[in-house]
Nanobody, 117 residues
Framework: QVQLVESGGGLVQPGGSLRLSCAAS????????MAWYRQAPGKQRELVAI???????NYVDSVKGRFTIWRDYAENTVYLQMNSLKPEDTAVYSC???????????WGLGTQVTVSS
């Protein structure tokens, strides 16, 4: 059974940092591109950062220079380090895994990130 489980969300003040984790099980982690999405209240879900199965990364412009995505193949985990957080970063952050050789897509349930003073 495939599972993606996020953790690390919480309440942080503007300018603060958080590290999100997404632990994958039931999949061959080497064969999945991994991504972080977020959805703020009343807004559409947006792609925040993506890392290919080979480690190539890309980010939405609004987080470039502040967020870093990486993956640990030994732990089957993808991380998102978020620095210099802003109130507009407040959202539910979800992890997505996409099979490289097919159409299988899996989502985690998400973790809430709230940036507020």
């Amino acid at each position: 059974q495939v599972q993606l489980v996020e953790s690390g969300g919480g309440l942080v003040q503007p300018g603060g940092s958080l590290r999100l984790s997404c632990a994958a099980s039931g999949v061959d982690f080497y064969r999945y591109h991994m991504a972080w999405y977020r959805q703020a209240p009343g807004k559409q879900r947006e792609l925040v950062a993506i890392i290919s199965n080979g480690g190539i990364t890309n980010y939405v412009d609004s987080v470039k220079g502040r967020f870093t995505i990486w993956r640990d193949y030994a732990e089957n985990t993808v991380y998102l380090q978020m620095n210099s957080l802003k109130p507009e970063d407040t959202a539910v952050y979800s992890c997505r895994g996409t099979y490289v050789y097919g159409n299988d897509v899996y989502w985690g349930l998400g973790t809430q990130v709230t940036v507020s003073s």
